[in-house]
Each structure stands twice: as structure tokens, then as C-alpha cells.
């Protein structure tokens, strides 16, 4: 039991992974007031432009900045038709997850011919787990050989990245004036350009690290978890930090929490496929659809009444004098 307990909290780690990052990214933006529902075609873009650019130079860090560098590109998309041109954020947002969804495949199979995938990343061309030293001396020790090799040990860069980047994006979103600021437009924006701040430049840069740390999250998808980008592999993952976001009322730690939860349901969904109760086999697609019902039970019925910021999805329009 115990060593089921820790594979199972172990594949918490990566499936929640890709949620944190997303989660945090949302998390940037929608502080400083702009709606993210696009999380999933950032992820989705990022994931397809560092595994192909990975798959063709071999180098895991091209790939990386390759799919930091698209979800950037996206997110200032984003900013042009929201900030700039005051457009509707929920509707620009589900334009750029379609268009990242089309737009990936299509590439894909124009330029691999393997029906939207990459060619399957190996060597440098991925990044592989980090092996923790003395890890196999410590296997057979009884409970600390597990929690050290199997729980700690062996994850890649990108995983151990995103739980650090958890208490790096709370210092800087309450502990310093970038921080403050940005929490003070999405709540009140007329002050903030009242006291010659400029709105614009501030929400645009709250997008750009939104961009940086879904390009992470869309790396880590393909780079790392399955060294391959396969279409649509995001799988609703932006949608569901969106949903981390909210449960977690818009914090850090709280989001993070969120996030390895619905990770934890989705491991264990994944560890439950082909289980039998009473002798009947429950249906794999009952069985994969678990996180995503009790997600929905879980925002329908625990998150109290979670307050978003005051000048969320509102565009800012300066004041003439």
C-alpha cells in the first residue's frame, strides 16, 4: 500500500505539472485584469513548436525557447485585441485556442507527413529525468528509499521548475511594487493610470509572463512527459488550471493546491482503467472522464464564494480630460 501511495502521488507530480505552469500563467494575467481563457492554445502552440523545433536541431533548450517564444507571440496577440483594441477578451481567447488547435495540425502534417505528430524526441532532443545522487544505494531502505528514489528523485528539470515557481510567483505578485501594481489594475485601473502608471505597458507585461510560463507548460507536454507532440494533446489542461485558478480564488498557493488535486484524479483515473466492481469491467471512457466530472462537482460545491478581481474583463479606457 505504501508503495502504491507513493507511484501514485509520484505521477501526480507530472500530470499536475503542466497545470501549475498553466495555473500561474493564468494567474498573471487575470491579476492584472485580463480574462485567459486562451491557456489551452498557448499550451497547445507551445507544445508544438518546441517539439519540432527539438525534433529537427536536437536540442531540448531550442525547443524550449521555440515554444516559450510561440506562446509569447500568442499571448501579445492576445494583448493587441484586448488591451490595444479593447476587443472582447473571452471571445479572443477562443479564437486563439482555435486557431493554435488548426493551425498545429496543419503544420504538423505539412512538415513531418505523420498525421500532425512530430517525429518521437530521444537523447538531447528531450529533457530526461534528473536522477537524484546515491538514489538506487537508498531503494531497498524502507520508506525513506521510496520517498527518496521514486517520489523525489527522477522527474525532469521542468517539473522540479514548476514547484519553485510557485513561491517565485507569490514574491513577486505581493512582495514587490511590479507585484503590487499589477494586483492594483486588475482591481482599480482608473488609479493606477491616476497616479501616472501606465495601464497599458502593465497588462502587457503581465501577459508577456503569462506567455513565458505557458511556454513551459506546453514544452514540458511534449519535451519531457511524452517526447512527442501529438495533436491536441493538451486535452482541456488550460481549461482545467483556469478552473485551479478560480478554486484557488486567484493565490498562489491556494491554485497550487487545486492543481494537485486534479493531477491526483487524474493519476489515479489513469492507475483505475481496467478495474472491476462486482464482477461488471467499468468503462474506460467513464474512467477518463473522472477528473473532469469531479472537477465540476468539486467547483459546483466547495469553492464558497471565490471573488475575482474588480476589473476583470473589463477593458480600460482612459479618462479625456
Same mark, same amino acid.
Given at each position: 500500500?505504501?508503495?502504491?501511495?507513493?507511484?501514485?502521488?509520484?505521477?501526480?507530480?507530472?500530470?499536475?505539472?503542466?497545470?501549475?505552469?498553466?495555473? !500561474?500563467? =493564468?494567474?498573471?494575467?487575470?491579476?492584472?485584469?485580463?480574462?485567459?481563457?486562451? $491557456? +489551452?492554445?498557448?499550451? &497547445? /502552440? #507551445?507544445?508544438?513548436?518546441?517539439a519540432a523545433v527539438a525534433a529537427v536541431t536536437g536540442s531540448a533548450?531550442?525547443?524550449?525557447?521555440?515554444?516559450?517564444?510561440?506562446?509569447?507571440?500568442?499571448?501579445?496577440?492576445?494583448?493587441?485585441?484586448?488591451?490595444?483594441?479593447?476587443?472582447?477578451?473571452?471571445?479572443?481567447?477562443?479564437?486563439?485556442?482555435?486557431?493554435?488547435?488548426?493551425?498545429?495540425?496543419?503544420?504538423?502534417?505539412?512538415?513531418?507527413?505523420?498525421?500532425?505528430?512530430?517525429?518521437?524526441?530521444?537523447?538531447?532532443?528531450?529533457?530526461?529525468?534528473?536522477?537524484?545522487?546515491?538514489?538506487?544505494?537508498?531503494?531497498?531502505?524502507? !520508506?525513506? =528509499?521510496?520517498?527518496?528514489?521514486?517520489?523525489?528523485?527522477?522527474?525532469?528539470? $521542468? +517539473?522540479?521548475?514548476? &514547484? /519553485? #515557481?510557485?513561491?517565485?510567483?507569490?514574491?513577486?505578485?505581493?512582495?514587490?511594487?511590479?507585484?503590487?501594481?499589477?494586483?492594483?489594475?486588475?482591481?482599480?485601473?482608473?488609479?493606477?493610470?491616476?497616479?501616472?502608471?501606465?495601464?497599458?505597458?502593465?497588462?502587457?507585461?503581465?501577459?508577456?509572463?503569462?506567455?513565458?510560463?505557458?511556454?513551459?507548460?506546453?514544452?514540458?507536454?511534449?519535451?519531457?512527459?511524452?517526447?512527442?507532440?501529438?495533436?491536441?494533446?493538451?486535452?482541456?489542461?488550460?481549461?482545467?488550471?483556469?478552473?485551479?485558478?478560480?478554486?484557488?480564488?486567484?493565490?498562489?498557493?491556494?491554485?497550487?493546491?487545486?492543481?494537485?488535486?486534479?493531477?491526483?484524479?487524474?493519476?489515479?483515473?489513469?492507475?483505475?482503467?481496467?478495474?472491476? $466492481?462486482?464482477?461488471?469491467?467499468?468503462?474506460?471512457?467513464?474512467?477518463?472522464?473522472?477528473?473532469?466530472?469531479?472537477?465540476?462537482?468539486?467547483?459546483?460545491?466547495?469553492?464558497?464564494?471565490?471573488?475575482?478581481?474588480?476589473?476583470?474583463?473589463?477593458?480600460?479606457?482612459?479618462?479625456?480630460?
Amino acid at each position: 500500500m505504501y508503495e502504491t501511495i507513493i507511484l501514485l502521488l509520484d505521477a501526480t507530480i507530472r500530470t499536475s505539472t503542466p497545470l501549475i505552469f498553466a495555473a !500561474l500563467a =493564468g494567474l498573471f494575467s487575470e491579476r492584472a485584469g485580463v480574462v485567459n481563457i486562451a $491557456l +489551452e492554445g498557448k499550451l &497547445l /502552440a #507551445a507544445a508544438f513548436a518546441s517539439a519540432a523545433v527539438a525534433a529537427v536541431t536536437g536540442s531540448a533548450w531550442l525547443g524550449l525557447l521555440a515554444g516559450v517564444g510561440v506562446a509569447v507571440l500568442f499571448a501579445l496577440l492576445h494583448g493587441f485585441a484586448t488591451i490595444t483594441h479593447k476587443g472582447d477578451q473571452v471571445v479572443s481567447g477562443m479564437a486563439i485556442n482555435v486557431l493554435a488547435a488548426g493551425l498545429t495540425v496543419t503544420l504538423g502534417r505539412h512538415w513531418f507527413q505523420q498525421g500532425g505528430q512530430t517525429p518521437a524526441l530521444s537523447g538531447d532532443a528531450r529533457f530526461a529525468p534528473i536522477a537524484f545522487p546515491y538514489e538506487h544505494a537508498l531503494r531497498d531502505v524502507p !520508506l525513506v =528509499g521510496d520517498l527518496y528514489s521514486e517520489l523525489m528523485s527522477g522527474h525532469s528539470l $521542468l +517539473e522540479y521548475l514548476a &514547484l /519553485a #515557481a510557485v513561491p517565485l510567483a507569490w514574491w513577486v505578485l505581493f512582495r514587490t511594487r511590479f507585484g503590487l501594481r499589477l494586483r492594483a489594475v486588475g482591481e482599480a485601473p482608473a488609479a493606477v493610470d491616476t497616479a501616472g502608471i501606465s495601464v497599458v505597458w502593465l497588462r502587457y507585461r503581465a501577459l508577456i509572463i503569462c506567455g513565458v510560463l505557458a511556454g513551459l507548460g506546453g514544452t514540458y507536454l511534449s519535451v519531457a512527459q511524452t517526447a512527442q507532440f501529438i495533436p491536441n494533446m493538451s486535452a482541456g489542461k488550460g481549461y482545467m488550471a483556469l478552473a485551479a485558478l478560480v478554486f484557488g480564488k486567484w493565490r498562489p498557493w491556494t491554485a497550487l493546491g487545486a492543481c494537485v488535486l486534479f493531477g491526483f484524479l487524474d493519476a489515479a483515473a489513469i492507475r483505475l482503467q481496467g478495474l472491476e $466492481l462486482w464482477g461488471f469491467a467499468i468503462p474506460v471512457q467513464l474512467i477518463e472522464s473522472l477528473p473532469y466530472l469531479l472537477t465540476v462537482f468539486l467547483l459546483a460545491g466547495f469553492i464558497g464564494k471565490a471573488i475575482a478581481p474588480k476589473a476583470l474583463g473589463t477593458a480600460y479606457v482612459k479618462e479625456r480630460e
